[in-house]
Nanobody, 124 residues
Framework: QVQLVESGGGSVQPGGSLNLSCAVSGYTSSRSVFCMAWFRQVSENERERVAEIDTNRQTRYADSVKGRFTISQDNPKNTAYLQMTSLNPEDTAMYYC????????????????WGQGTQVTVSS
């Protein structure tokens, strides 16, 4: 069974930084084409795609985090990362990593494997 486990969330003051990790386990063979993405819960029913990285290591970001967040992945370690800098209170949310076979998509509904989430709180 494939599992994603996030870590690294916490509380930080405005202007601070956090590094999130997403450990992937359970694949019995290497994936040829896949997408890893980070989402955050912005309302009860909506998850906003924050960043994504595909098999070719192409990355895309939400406009609100461009220049502040960096997504990366370490394939040998089966881990994805989200480096977050210059955090502001609007970044406060539960952050989830997600993955899917194939291309990346903007909408959360395209992703079928999710982690349990890690809380990020930015306040003074």
């Amino acid at each position: 069974q494939v599992q994603l486990v996030e870590s690294g969330g916490g509380s930080v003051q405005p202007g601070g930084s956090l590094n999130l990790s997403c450990a992937v386990s359970g694949y019995t063979s290497s994936r040829s084409v896949f997408c890893m993405a980070w989402f955050r819960q912005v309302s009860e029913n909506e998850r906003e795609r924050v960043a994504e990285i595909d098999t070719n290591r192409q990355t895309r970001y939400a406009d609100s985090v461009k220049g502040r967040f960096t997504i990366s992945q370490d394939n040998p370690k089966n881990t994805a990362y989200l480096q977050m800098t210059s955090l502001n209170p609007e970044d406060t949310a539960m952050y989830y990593c997600a993955t899917r076979a194939g291309d990346c998509y903007l909408a959360a509904s395209w992703y079928n494997i999710w982690g349990q989430g890690t809380q990020v709180t930015v306040s003074s």
